[in-house]
Nanobody, 123 residues
Framework: QVQYVESGGGLVQPGGSLRLSCAAS????????VGWYRQAPGKVLEGISC????????YYKDSVKDRFTIFRDNRAHTVYLQMTNLKVEDTAVYYC????????????????WGQGTQVTVSS
C-alpha cells in the first residue's frame, strides 16, 4: 500500500520561502516521476510541478514557474519543492504523488493522497 507523507508547510508572509518534503512508503520515489499538487480553498486540485525519474526533467505550472523548484535527493528517497517569493494565492494544501508513467502522461498516480501539508501565505 502506497502512502505519502508531505511536510514543511506553515504560515509565511508574502515574499517568504518554504521547502516542502515528500516521502513515501510502499514504493521508492527514486524510481518514479513525482508530482506536486495543491488544492486551495474552494478550488479543484491542480498539478503544479513534476520531476522525472532518470532524466530528472522538471515541469512547472506557469503560475509557479521561476518561483518554485522541484528536486529530489535519492539518498534520502525524498522529493522537495522549494518555494520562494510566495504569494497569497499560493495558500493551499500541498500534496505529492508518484506518477504512473512520465510527467504529463496522464496515467494518474500510485496510491491515495496523503494528509498534505498546509501552506498559508498571509501578512
Amino acid at each position: 500500500q502506497v502512502q505519502y507523507v508531505e511536510s514543511g508547510g506553515g504560515l509565511v508572509q508574502p515574499g517568504g520561502s518554504l521547502r516542502l518534503s515528500c516521502a513515501a512508503s510502499g514504493l521508492t520515489l527514486d524510481d518514479y516521476a513525482v508530482g506536486w499538487y495543491r488544492q486551495a480553498p474552494g478550488k479543484v486540485l491542480e498539478g503544479i510541478s513534476c520531476i522525472g525519474s532518470g532524466d530528472e526533467r522538471v515541469y512547472y505550472k506557469d503560475s509557479v514557474k521561476d518561483r518554485f523548484t522541484i528536486f529530489r535527493d535519492n539518498r534520502a528517497h525524498t522529493v522537495y519543492l522549494q518555494m520562494t517569493n510566495l504569494k497569497v494565492e499560493d495558500t493551499a494544501v500541498y500534496y505529492c504523488a508518484a506518477m504512473v508513467g512520465a510527467c504529463g502522461d496522464g496515467g494518474g498516480s500510485f496510491g491515495s493522497w496523503g494528509q498534505g501539508t498546509q501552506v498559508t501565505v498571509s501578512s
